[in-house]
Structures are given as C-alpha cells and as structure tokens.
C-alpha cells in the first residue's frame, strides 16, 4: 500500500505568466476549483494518506489556502452558505494530511525529493507532479495495483506523437504487457533520431526508498540542478526494476498558458 505522496510545489511558474505573477499556478482554477485539488482527490481515492509539500517562500499562499480557519469561520458564522460550508470541511480534512517542506532555491527535481527523506515511513512512496493532470481513470490507482502485483517501483507513461519526443522523458523498454512494460532506461529529450520509443514519462511516480542514497550522490546536471531521471537510471542500472505503466486515462498539460485553456474547456465539456 503506498500511503504518502510527495508534491513538488516550489516552481516559480514562469510558463504561466503573468498569471502566476500573483498566483502560484497549482493554486489556478480549473472549472471551479485549483489545479492541486485535482491532484489531491485521485490521490486520497487511490488510498494515499499523507501529502508532503514542497514549496518555497515565494509560495506561501499555498500554505494559507490550506490553513485559512479563521477567514472561513468569518465568513461562514455570517452568510452559513452551504457551499463555503462543504468547502470549509474539505480543506479540515486535508489539513490533517499536509505536511510542509522548503526550498527556497530552485534546485531540481532530485533535491525536492531528498528534502522529504526523514518524512517517508515505508519502503516506496508516491512523487506527483502537479503540471499534469490526469482525469477520466484514476492513474495513481493503476499505478498502485501495478505495484503491488510487481513489488517494483512504477513510472506512468503514454505515447506521444514521435515527433515531439525531444520534449519529453522517455522510456527505453523490454518486456511489453499489455498495460505495461519493464523498463530498460531513461532518456531524458532524445533526438528523434535516437529516441528508443515514444513511450514519454508523466508526472506520476512511485519511488524506493533507496532513491535518496541515490540523489546524494549525484552531481548538479543541466541547469546546475540535481534531476531524480538520473537518479532513476542509476538504479536501473545497479538491477532495481522499474516498470511502465500505461495508463487509461487523458492526460491534460497544465503547464503552459494553452494547455492551461485547453484543460478547464475539456474538464468543463467532460472530454
């Protein structure tokens, strides 16, 4: 069973400006409500029972929508609104379950996660990424019976057009299933040329505890940044097994001012 959830928070965003000049861009509404929340309740449904956030100063407003009490009560002993009422009690609810983490320098993806390491109880957890959504199937649920039926740890993928595999990570694979496969490697934006598939990462991972000895060792890569793919290959190569899990459900890039657009017209159209 994997139980905790870590959720990269400290990215500044800068895909999405000027929106996120103001708002951190997981606090963005999507059809009603913040893209986090989306994220939150395909995790709390898959069973995951604490979530670590990683954010930064700059993001602070994301620590005060969480733990906002005495506005809400405010509101609420005035205008008793039903709605701000069930609202109210979701956000008590994952109060219970938030943990916070900081990192005030941007230092890569690697480096978020090694800040979490004396939070982590079990033997694998969950790694979110929150640009990316995943609506119709619960993905991390997948994820999870993927994992309990390999005791692996488990990436999510899909295929993307070959022409764009560049822009992604991707998967070098063996041993295809139907829904999944055993991989061989992490090739982090391969030319078209060398690509070993077009099977590209999504931001959804369920990780062993043993990464973190992993991401010590690491030196910076691009962008002076400390990169958990590389920290993933290393295990790959030293015999831990990792598997792909190609999920059902659709994927929608939240990162980016269009993509932004397209998923609140797809999420309100039901698409």
């Known amino acids: 069973m994997i139980k905790q959830a870590i959720i990269p928070l400290a990215g500044l965003g800068t895909r999405l400006l000027p929106l996120t000049s103001v708002i951190p861009k997981e606090l963005l509404p999507i059809n009603g409500k913040p893209n986090l929340e989306y994220i939150l309740e395909e995790c709390t449904e898959a069973g995951v029972k604490q979530f670590i956030f990683i954010i930064s100063k700059e993001k602070i407003s994301i620590k005060k929508y969480f733990f906002n ?15 701000i009422i069930e609202e109210f009690r979701k956000i008590k609810k994952y109060q219970k379950m938030i943990k916070f983490v900081y990192q005030n320098k941007p230092k890569g993806t690697g480096d978020a996660v090694l800040k979490c390491q004396r939070f982590i109880k079990d033997n694998f957890f969950l790694m979110v990424l929150p640009d990316d959504l995943i609506i119709k199937k619960n993905c991390t649920k997948e994820m999870i019976k993927l994992h309990n039926k390999t005791k692996s740890s488990i990436i999510a993928t899909k295929q993307v057009d070959k022409k764009t595999v560049s822009r992604w990570g991707i ?9 999944y496969f055993q991989i061989k ?12 598939s077009n099977y590209a990462i999504i931001g959804r991972y369920i990780l062993p505890v043993n990464i973190f000895d992993e991401i ?7 962008g ?10 290393n295990l790959i190569y030293k015999g831990s097994k990792f598997y792909g899990n190609i999920f059902k459900g659709k994927y929608l890039d939240c990162g980016t001012i269009s993509g932004y657009i397209k998923s609140g017209i797809k999420i309100f159209k039901g698409n």
């Open 69 to 83: 009490d005495l506005f809400y009560k405010k509101i609420i002993k005035k205008k008793k609104d039903k709605r």
């Open 216 to 222: 010590k060792r690491l030196k910076p890569g691009q």
């Open 185 to 196: 490697d992490v090739i982090e934006k391969p030319n078209v040329k060398n690509a070993p």
């Open 224 to 233: 002076g940044e400390i990169h958990i793919t590389d920290a993933i290959r």
């Open 171 to 179: 998967l070098s694979i063996k041993n295809k299933m139907k829904n």
